[in-house]
Every structure is written in structure tokens, then in C-alpha cells.
């Protein structure tokens, strides 16, 4: 990283840059795969919680 | 009390023939008996009551809705109704008192429904606490968009749900379960998913350290996704695990965040989910009456995904839509915006805003808000130059926003605005950040 595309706000002199530590690097190739796993894992709960909470319910009968 | 002297009073101040019609009326509606039988209910209104309090004495003094915040352009809409400042009417002080009158009316309303709560009046302290929230929620998402904070969100809703919602204790578990599911969507990110947002403060993570920062805030992750539902589970054995991790989820945010969300989030958790219910809490059978719960659910996902699938770009970039579901904790932010106001006399006017707040967001469309007004209202103005950068979570500076003339743009509520620039597509870096502070 280039010193001089720094930018320094009012206020924040003297802070060091802001980088990554070394697990957030080994992890960065990987992001775009965990976010899908992510929504995913999301999705499969939203789906399996509407089916136990609205569908199934709605399906029993008074 | 004995059942037989609950509602006493509201039956000697409703005692005309016409009056208790409208009294059974109002108490079938909104399912009083419900809070009459289940003591889970009476607390959480005691301790929405608590929030709601709070929340409203932040607001007390606050100039973001009053006549001089309109004539001083110093307010900001929604930006779904722009016009919001030609209907205020308040002053605050000290400019005036009407305000603090207004207030003052609605402390007198929460002091007795407090008194009500003593006397177990449940109609009287839902027909109190019905005025509150009306008024708390014409502030919050009609009066004025800057006092938009997830606490307020959380009391206003859940309020909602235990007033004016059938099966109420069922929705207002359902809900609070959905408040974590749901901010768990702003949280599939890179900034959090590296724990980028904690590590580019200059203070990083409270006491686990960067070091092990994206361990923990992917834990925060999958709890929101998968564990939180636990909380409504029937085995005590995973009901009370999950319980016991958002005590300490909210014990520990409130390192950085706190009294105030704490004072409703981990109170409500504990009403909702430590105590146990007078009668199971079951799924409300499929009737006309639990479809208005079923519907508010729904507006819900709705609200929350309207940036994430109607707009456009990264909303923790642009902005667009990140008020109208839950934000906590979105992304760290640092911005400048530079403005230069030209004058039809030839003069010029620099303005510079810079942020270095992790939790000041660097809305453009608030920046836009104060410009267009300028625009507006002053006919010297022939152009406004303007330039907006913006980083998150320590990565780069993007250049936003880069126009000759602020004047000629509108901004639309619902879709994306084109001269917000997009990171990967227009938006140019032109540099990086250093590490900041929270608050």
C-alpha cells in the first residue's frame, strides 16, 4: 500500500493503517464462498422454520 | 386482585350503555384479556413502558424536528415523504416551549399507565400506551429520519405487537427471535465475516482481541441464523443454552453500545424467554385474527430485504434503504464530503464534513438532503460542486459521489440513485484509511 494515497481524518492523526491480521488474510480468498454458505445456511432455516411455524399449523385442522 | 375488581375503573369511566359497547369493543380488538391472564405480558409492557422512556427522554430537547431545525436546515426526511419539514410545528428550547409541552403530555401518559399497571387497569394502560406509541412512531419514521437507532425500532415494534396483535405472547417471542434472524442478513458481509468492522478500530474487539476476531463474529453469525431459534425451543436443555448466550451476547455488547440497547434488548429477552408462560405458547392456529400477526411478520422480511434485493449496490456503501430494516452494527465508517456552493455573484462558499465515527453512517442522502434544501431555498445558488468519499471497515476510499451540480439531483426512496456511484463499477479509490474510533 502506497503511504501517500493515505488519508488521514481530523481527528485520527498518528493512528496506524488499517490492515489485516494474518487469519483475516488467510480467510479473504475464501469470503465470496462463506457469504454463500452464509445465505445458504439461511435460507434452509428460514424454509425449515415456516414450514414447522405457518404450513403445517395451517394444515391441521381445527 | 381478585379477577372480579380488574377493570373496575375502566368500567366507572366507561359507564354509559354506549361506553361499555365501546369498551367490549376495544377489549376484543386488541385482546386485552390476553395481557389480563398472562403476567409474561403485563412485565413486557412494564418494561416497554421502561424503553420507551428512555428512548423519549434522548429525544426531549432534540432540534431535529422542530421549527428552527426546518428554518436552519439542519433536519432530514425520510426518504420516502422528502417533505416532512413543512409539517413541523414544534419549537424546542430554547427557541420555544411547545416541544417541551409535547413531551411533557406524553410523560403524563406514561406515568399513568404506570399507575394503571399498579391498579391492574389493562384496558386503561393499553389505551394509554396506545397514544404513546403513536406518537413515538410519527417521530421515528415519519417526523424525522435522524433519531432512526435499532433500540427505537426494537420498543416500537415489540410494543406494537403486544397493543395491537392478537396471540400476543407468541408473536412477541416470534419477533424477537426475528430481530436477530433478520440483522443477521446485514451481517453476511465481508466486514463481518473477516471481522474487519472490530479490527480497524484503534481499540479492536473488547477483550477477545483481533487475533481471534473473525472466530467471533462468525459465532455472532451462526447464532443469529441457526441458535437464536432455540430460544422458542420446548427442550429446556437448549432452550436455556441459547438463553444464556444472549444474556452474555448483550452483557458484552454493551461494552461498546451501552445502557440503552441492552435495557430493552436483554430486559425483553429475559421477560420473553427466562419466565415461565401461565399456558404453553403455542402456534396460533390458522385464523382470520392471527393473520394480522402472520402479515406483520411478513412486513418485516419485507422492510429488511427492500435494500438487499429492490436496491441496487452494497447499501453499507451507499446508504440506500439501510434505515428501513435493522443496521446495528453494519459497517465502520469514515467519509469526507466537500461541497462548494457557487453564488450567482461570482463567490464561492467550501464546505468540508468528515467523519472518523465508526458509528456516524456517511449517508450521501443525508449530505444530498442539506444541499437540495440550499438549493431550494436560496436563488443566489447557481450550482453546488460536490464529492463524497467513503470507506468501510478499513478497506478503501471510494469516490462515491462526484457531480458539478448537487442541485439537479433527486433522490429516489426505493430504487437505486445512479449518481451514488457503485465500488467495482463507477466509484474510483483515491485512498486508504487508518484506523478509527467507535462513538
Avoid at chain 2, 406494537?160 to 434472524?181: G, H, I, N, Q, T
Avoid at chain 2, 453512517?361 to 453546488?384: G, S
Wanted: some cysteine; proline content about 5%.
Amino acid at each position: 500500500m502506497d503511504a501517500n494515497q493515505l488519508i488521514v481524518i481530523k481527528g485520527l492523526e498518528g493512528n496506524e493503517p488499517a490492515t489485516l491480521t494474518p487469519l483475516q488474510e488467510a480467510i479473504v480468498p475464501f469470503v465470496p464462498d462463506i457469504i454463500l454458505v452464509w445465505w445458504a445456511l439461511w435460507i434452509l432455516v428460514f424454509s425449515y422454520m415456516t414450514i414447522r411455524y405457518v404450513i403445517v399449523p395451517s394444515l391441521k385442522k381445527e | 386482585m381478585s379477577p372480579q375488581t380488574h377493570g373496575t375503573l375502566a368500567e366507572r369511566l366507561f359507564s354509559s350503555p354506549l361506553d361499555r359497547r365501546f369498551l367490549h369493543f376495544y377489549r376484543r380488538v386488541f385482546s386485552i384479556n390476553e395481557i389480563e391472564k398472562e403476567p409474561i405480558l403485563q412485565i413486557a409492557l412494564g418494561a416497554l413502558l421502561l424503553s420507551v422512556f428512555l428512548g423519549l427522554s434522548r429525544w426531549f430537547y432534540s432540534h431535529t424536528f422542530s421549527v428552527s431545525a426546518y428554518t436552519d436546515n439542519v433536519y432530514t426526511c425520510w426518504p420516502y415523504f422528502q417533505d416532512c419539514g413543512r409539517w413541523y410545528f414544534l419549537q424546542a428550547l430554547p427557541e420555544g416551549y411547545s416541544q417541551s409541552i409535547f413531551f411533557m403530555g406524553v410523560y403524563a401518559l406514561m406515568v399513568l399507565a404506570a399507575y394503571f399497571m399498579y391498579r391492574k387497569e389493562w384496558t386503561l394502560v393499553h389505551m394509554a400506551l396506545s397514544v404513546v406509541w403513536v406518537c413515538k412512531f410519527i417521530i421515528l419514521f415519519i417526523l424525522t429520519s435522524q433519531l432512526a437507532a435499532n433500540f427505537d425500532y426494537y420498543d416500537t415494534l415489540l410494543l406494537f405487537v403486544v397493543l395491537f396483535l392478537p396471540s400476543k405472547l407468541f408473536f412477541a417471542r416470534l419477533a424477537f427471535v426475528l430481530f436477530y434472524f433478520l440483522s443477521s442478513t446485514i451481517k453476511i458481509h465481508e466486514g463481518w465475516i473477516l471481522g474487519t468492522y472490530f479490527t480497524t478500530l484503534s481499540t479492536g474487539l473488547p477483550l477477545f482481541g483481533n487475533a481471534l476476531a473473525p472466530i467471533v463474529t462468525n459465532l455472532v453469525i451462526f447464532m443469529q441464523i441457526v441458535g437464536v431459534w432455540f430460544l422458542m425451543s420446548s427442550k429446556k436443555l437448549f432452550q436455556r443454552t441459547a438463553l444464556i448466550y444472549f444474556i452474555l451476547f448483550h452483557l458484552y455488547s454493551g461494552i461498546l453500545v451501552g445502557f440503552r440497547y441492552p435495557t430493552i434488548a436483554l430486559v425483553m429477552l429475559l421477560v420473553l424467554f427466562a419466565l415461565p408462560p401461565v399456558q404453553s405458547v403455542l402456534v396460533p392456529r390458522a385464523t382470520k385474527r392471527a393473520l394480522a400477526g402472520w402479515l406483520f411478520v411478513a412486513l418485516l422480511f419485507v422492510i429488511q430485504f427492500i435494500p438487499i434485493i429492490v436496491i441496487r449496490g452494497d447499501q453499507k456503501m451507499t446508504l440506500e434503504g439501510n434505515y428501513y430494516g435493522f443496521f446495528m452494527f453494519e459497517a465502520n465508517h469514515q467519509c469526507i464530503s466537500r461541497s462548494t456552493v457557487h453564488f450567482s455573484n461570482g463567490t464561492t462558499r467550501e464546505s468540508i464534513r468528515e467523519s472518523s465515527d465508526s458509528t456516524w453512517r456517511c449517508d450521501p442522502y443525508e449530505l444530498w438532503f442539506v444541499n437540495h434544501n440550499r438549493c431550494e431555498r436560496n436563488p443566489e445558488i447557481t450550482h453546488i460542486e460536490w464529492t463524497f468519499d467513503h470507506s468501510i471497515n478499513g478497506g478503501p476510499f471510494y469516490r462515491m459521489v462526484d457531480v458539478e451540480d448537487a442541485c439537479a439531483l433527486e433522490y429516489k426512496a426505493f430504487s437505486h440513485n445512479e449518481w451514488i456511484r457503485v465500488p467495482g463499477e463507477s466509484a474510483a479509490v483515491v485512498g486508504y484509511p487508518v484506523k478509527n474510533y467507535f462513538q
